[in-house]
């Protein structure tokens, strides 16, 4: 079973454009546990499969072969995943006061009718 759900984990992964370290940040993972988890040397806790088949947009059913034929289908996510980049700037956003999206908005609007 390891060595299945690391291998779907990978495939998904790549499928996705992501790295481990990607992942593991995504989940709050070490990046050495996740490619342990990966690799088919442990099993991820009840909790960190929940947030693998969050953070990767694929069910458990899939990752844990319960549907292998699934697999395939299920692995290209339902929504794109950001890359790291976008993800990042998408917190930093977060953070920001209303009157400093506004601010932000205006410039990101500017430079986009640039010509």
């Given amino acids: ?3 299945d759900l690391g291998a779907a984990l990978l495939a ?6 992501l790295t481990q370290a990607d992942v593991s940040s995504m989940v709050g ?5 996740y490619g342990r988890i990966e ?3 442990m099993l ?28 395939l289908a299920e692995a290209l996510p339902s929504e794109p995943i950001l890359p790291p980049e976008l993800r990042r700037l998408t917190d930093l956003l977060r953070e920001l006061p209303p009157d ?3 601010t932000l908005g205006a410039l990101a609007s ?5 010509k």
């Fill in 100 to 102: 400093a999206l506004r």
């Fill in 29 to 33: 993972l070490v990046p050495a546990v």
């Fill in 44 to 71: 991820p806790s009840v909790p960190t499969l929940y947030k693998l088949c969050l953070s990767l947009h694929i069910s458990a059913d899939a990752l844990l072969g319960l549907g292998a034929e699934k697999l």
């Fill in 12 to 17: 998904v992964r790549e499928r996705s454009g």
């Fill in 39 to 41: 690799r088919g040397q």
């Fill in 1 to 3: 079973m390891k060595r």
């Fill in 110 to 114: 500017a430079i986009a009718h640039r």
